[in-house]
């Protein structure tokens, strides 16, 4: 197993002699271990682990200049959207969104020239399928840096360098740690310029993990395989008992053959992952008592670990959409599902749903 060295700083031969490690900000080898590993996981040359996926996407911003803008999706997760538009605008960054499902759109953004282009697919929390290589060409033309958060797929299901990204970022708390016990973030590129800035930037702005959190992302990671196969059954299943149930207005995965990033998900990703959100007929209230009616689902933020969480995106994950023109329906649930028999799941949405009549 790979040692936890759990150490700030390193005994030097002599002074400035800078041979190997001498101070953890800057590198950890359970560190360089999970950076090499997030590097190998996404086909890259290059890998860096943070203390967050918000700290890691903090980092990537560190690219552009005041002036600059920056291009997301209209839906995507709410801590990214408050870092684009209550931070980096301070800074005189500029950020725009639109939905990138509509290419044309994407094309039309592309005028304002932003320096960066940012994807999330699948989308937090409505699970939108954004196509990474025709996004990707639009942006190089115009020489935009194009950045993939992958955190919803897991590099298992989908490694966006090969479709022309520039970056990968990830939410490492979520598929890749997998058990609800760490938070962290990864990025991986095969560019040694964008690797070598962002390298100067994790340590220059210090947003490290700790050597324990590296080990637990680590042993995680072990199982990433096995559980994202089973995620994805599990998925598919509750995706299918909720389209049946007269409660649910729209079921939004990937794997549903009627869901309108369907094909482009089947081209893109190896598999259609483990987040299945869901509308519900009554609105906010019936969505917020079965939300509080479950109870093998946990209601909780976060997804990706072994055990399944519900969210109510419009009051927690995406409350700092507020006020913005990025609408979450009251109504909508979001599902992380677990690895748990499927059968308890069912029943247990069964019954919250009742509840909720
Ligand atoms: O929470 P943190 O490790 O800092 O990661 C932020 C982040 C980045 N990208 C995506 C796609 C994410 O979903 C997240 C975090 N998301 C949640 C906590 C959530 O419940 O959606």
Redesign the pocket.
């Known amino acids: 197993m790979t040692p936890i060295y759990q150490t700030s700083t390193y005994a030097q031969p002599e002074p400035a002699v800078h041979k190997g490690y001498d101070y953890s900000r800057t590198a950890n080898p359970t560190r360089t271990a999970l950076e090499t590993c997030l590097a190998s996981l996404e086909d890259a040359t290059y890998g860096l682990a943070f203390a967050?996926?918000?700290?890691a996407?903090t980092t990537i911003a560190y690219l552009l200049n005041p002036g600059d803008r920056i291009l997301g999706p209209d839906d995507?997760?709410?801590?990214?959207y408050r870092l684009f538009v209550r931070v980096l605008q301070r800074y005189g960054i500029q950020p725009a969104f639109v939905d990138m499902t509509d290419l044309t759109r994407v094309e039309a953004a592309m005028a304002a020239r932003p320096r960066m282009v940012v994807i999330?697919t699948p989308t937090?929390?409505f699970l939108k399928i954004l196509d990474i290589s025709r996004i990707a060409e639009l942006a190089h033309a115009h020489d935009a840096l194009v950045v993939v958060?992958n955190?919803?797929a897991s590099p298992y299901f989908q490694q966006p360098l090969g479709l022309g990204a520039d970056l990968v970022?990830?939410?490492?708390?979520?598929y890749l740690g997998g058990h609800s016990d760490v938070?962290?973030?990864g990025l991986a590129t095969s560019s040694k310029e964008i690797y070598e800035t962002l390298k100067f930037h994790q340590n220059a702005a210090g947003a490290v993990p700790g050597p324990f959190d590296c080990w637990l992302v680590l042993r995680g990671i072990k199982t990433l395989a096995v559980r994202m196969e089973r995620h994805a059954s599990n998925a598919l299943q509750v995706a299918q008992f909720l389209r049946g149930h007269p409660a649910v207005a729209r079921v939004l995965y990937p794997g549903l053959p009627d869901h309108p990033g369907h094909h482009l998900a089947s081209r893109q990703m190896k598999g259609f992952g483990g987040m299945v959100s869901a509308v519900l007929k009554g609105g906010g209230q019936v969505a917020r008592t079965a939300a509080s009616a479950t109870r093998v689902f946990i209601l909780a933020?976060?997804?990706g670990g072994v055990e399944s969480l519900l969210?109510h995106p419009a009051s927690?994950?995406h409350a700092s959409l507020a006020g913005s023109p990025l609408q979450i329906d009251e109504g909508l649930l979001?599902l992380s599902v677990g690895i748990e028999h499927v059968q308890d799941l069912i029943d247990d949405l069964k019954q919250a749903l009742e509840k909720a009549k």
């Open positions: 967050s996926g918000m700290a996407i995507v997760y709410g801590g990214t999330e937090n929390p958060d955190t919803f970022v990830h939410s490492t708390t979520k938070v962290g973030g933020e976060s997804l969210d927690m994950t979001r």
